[in-house]
């Protein structure tokens, strides 16, 4: 009985030595995505490439943490900027007080003008809260090594289908540990604050923080 088990023990160790890479990724994308699909029965996997993962800003965790706080931190920015526009055509509209103006215009070309400020300050301070984090995550990506290898890269393309029961094609990027045993990062290329994030981090590798001053 037991040289039974211990053949079996042996057996289930060569399977898992023999499977590719693909194969122990596409295990461990499968286990992860039924617990968070939202139509698991529908999921078909379509392609899967493997490749080593080097340290970068796209595949370290706490850096993809802090681009998500920078991608949020520029979408108040960005909310503060339509804020002033539309404030100051208000203000356009209303006019500066003046003798020919009604206590009416008056109130209301100041009601605008309070709201132009407080977006403008909104601006200012978020602009400022912005290229500290942006500062900070070039600072730490230039003392890493970026040549270390951390686990593997992998695009994983499958099919499923939507909340409203339409077939669609999913393109996912994880970042797996060196032995495929746990998901390190997952980018879901099609979804929008993923996008943000990416877009966030791009920002800080152009140098676009670099030329902005006060």
Known sequence: MKKIILMMISCALLFAGCQSKEEKAEKLI???LSKT???????QPIETKVKEAKLNLYNDTTFWRQGIVLALSMKKTGDAIDQKKEAEEHMNIWG???YYSSSYSDSKYYQYKKEYDDANASFLSGIIICKAIAENIKDSIEKCDTSLVIGWEVTHRFRCKTRGGNSTIADYRYVI???FKNILLREDTDDRDDKDTRDALETVLSGYWDEISF
Request: a negative charge; charged letters at 50%; aromatic letters at 12%.
């Open 30 to 32: 499968r286990e992860e």
């Open 37 to 43: 699909l939202l139509d698991f029965e529908s999921y």
């Open 177 to 179: 540990d060196k032995d």
């Open 96 to 98: 500066p007080p003046s």
